[in-house]
């Protein structure tokens, strides 16, 4: 035992008494559920920056800008940072405006189909069990490196603290862990990123270091190294874009992101927690990705990138400040694991079991645990790969969901029928590509991303089906309700005061390319020619 391990239990003691606190306070489902519905603007937006911030950043995306795709992973970073404010104005406030439980929901309401319900559970049970196995085996390799206990003793300690602060306490408790944790690992990232630039001179010196050196000037480059992803600057940059697409839909729709929206007190916190999510996850992907490419100055080609954040905390940091950093992204991996697994089991209670009302909390928790049960089998039986089964659940989200999402918002001509085969015809598109190139072990074409494939696919099937069928008076009024503001929101006073957030969310623009600029183009110009 270490000082690292001891602070790592701590805090999850913490977060586990916190929970529990919490649990006294839920009196009924939609409590357990959606947190009664009046979460306000600062923990739907900790909650969403949470729920996306896991170990699959400070890990996977971080060993990837590790070993030189620094460029790429920002491309991306920067269109999913719009997602949140598409997702919130196109999607969320209807979302939250059709008084559902759970998004599965919304689609059997939204097209009057029990089968596009219990479709869009089952996708979305498969998301989120995908992106639960990546979150559990970072937690497991983070533990396991840092304290030097087991691998598989590491993941059951971390599955039974999730999984006892999401049982006893529901929705609310994980959105107030959640931007809890946002918090800690938010502050401990930005203190620690200076501690490392500071020792090689402080950022612009450590910047113009890598750029100088020829071993290391491509890491900063438009293109990045060739290798960790693809072998040209081109093909990276296609990639980029494409899981651009990909984190873009996720941020919009995907159902651990856009389920935030059902726990909003009204629609003006929907609007205003999306510009508030969209900076927050971009700085953190930004700073993630410098701070791991400044590591190459101390430990250059370390032998397993995915530990680079993990190795900085223990060698390059103060001590205090190693334990608050690996604190910080135990709590990440924590924050979406409570997320993932309280979806399941609404989904499950909700979607699946439909004599749900007299046993509906009950269902979920049981749900809960068989689902945290199995993800803990499988992260044992199988080697970590956090990156890969990270962008898995993503491109899924994106296959799946998200031409369908905004197609039963704006589509007068969508049926049920062609809904239901998009996002049939979306999932199997991009599951089964991704699983035939796993197991023949085959590199696709950069333009043949499974995700984009599912894209396709959806979009092809719900037009075919759509053409084939006609909308019933049941879709037509579901559809038209969603564009009845409700009288509770149409406070002038309030109105005035949200409009103004769009007109804010564009500066969110200028922010970040400012950013950019000063702390990564300048300075690595500056690499080259001097």
Request: glycine letters at 10%; charged letters at 10%; proline letters at 3%.
């Amino acid at each position: 035992m270490n000082v690292y391990f001891i602070g790592m239990c701590i805090s999850m003691v913490v977060y586990v008494l916190i929970g529990l606190f919490v649990s006294r306070r839920v009196k009924d489902a939609n409590d357990y559920y959606v947190a009664g519905r009046k979460a306000p603007v600062a923990l739907i937006a900790g909650s969403l920056i949470a729920s996306y911030t896991s170990t699959g950043m400070f890990m996977g995306d971080a060993a990837q800008c590790y070993d030189g795709a620094f460029t790429s992973i920002i491309i991306f970073a920067g269109m999913q940072s719009a997602g949140y404010i598409i997702g919130a104005v196109f999607f969320g406030r209807y979302l939250r405006r059709s008084k559902v439980m759970t998004i599965p929901e919304f689609f059997g309401k939204r097209f009057h189909s029990s089968r596009m319900r219990a479709l869009a559970a089952f996708t979305a049970i498969v998301m989120m069990s995908v992106y639960l196995l990546s979150v559990i085996q970072g937690i497991g390799t983070l533990m396991s490196t840092v304290t030097g206990v087991s691998y598989n003793l590491c993941i059951i300690l971390a599955m039974i603290v999730f999984t006892v602060i999401t049982v006893i306490s529901g929705s609310r408790g994980v959105l107030i862990t959640d931007t809890l944790m946002a918090s800690v690992f938010t502050a401990a990232l930005l203190v620690s990123a200076v501690t490392i630039a500071s020792k090689h001179g402080g950022w612009y010196l450590s910047i113009g270091q890598i750029a100088a050196n020829p071993e290391t000037e491509g890491f900063f480059s438009w293109g990045g190294v060739p290798g960790p992803l693809y072998d040209t600057g081109a093909k990276n940059v296609i990639w980029g874009l494409n899981y651009g697409i990909v984190w873009m839909s996720v941020c919009a729709v995907g159902p651990w992101q856009s389920s935030r929206y059902l726990m909003a007190k009204d629609e003006h916190t929907v609007v205003k927690a999306a510009p508030i999510s969209a900076i927050g996850v971009f700085v953190l992907e930004f700073i993630v990705g410098l701070t791991a490419v400044m590591v190459n100055l101390s430990n250059y080609k370390m032998a397993d990138s995915s530990q680079v954040m993990i190795w900085a905390a223990m060698n390059m940091l103060p001590t205090v400040l190693g334990v608050i950093l690996l604190t910080g992204v135990l709590a990440a991996g924590i924050s979406s694991a409570t997320t993932f697994l309280s979806l399941i089991g609404s989904s499950f209670a909700n979607d699946v079991v439909t004599s749900k009302k007299k046993n509906f909390i009950r269902n979920g928790q049981i749900a809960m645990v068989i689902a945290s049960t199995a993800v803990l089998v499988i992260a044992v039986l199988n080697p970590p790969s956090i990156f890969w089964i990270m962008f898995l659940g993503g491109a899924v989200a994106a296959s799946s969901w998200m031409p369908v999402a905004f197609a039963s918002i704006f589509s007068k001509r969508l049926t049920k029928a062609g809904a239901f085969c998009g996002m049939l015809s979306g999932f199997l598109g991009c599951f089964l590509l991704r699983l035939w190139a796993s197991l023949t072990g085959t590199t696709l074409p950069v333009y043949l991303d499974p995700s984009i494939v599912g894209i396709v696919c959806n979009i092809v099937a719900m037009v075919i089906g759509t053409a084939l069928t006609r909308v019933t008076p049941e879709e037509k009024a579901a559809r038209e309700a969603l564009f009845v503001i409700p009288e509770s929101e149409k406070d002038p006073a309030d109105i005035r005061k949200t409009l103004r957030w769009p007109k804010w969310s564009v500066g969110v623009g200028g922010i970040i390319a400012l950013m950019m600029l000063l702390l990564w183009v300048i300075p690595y110009l500056r690499g080259l020619v001097a």
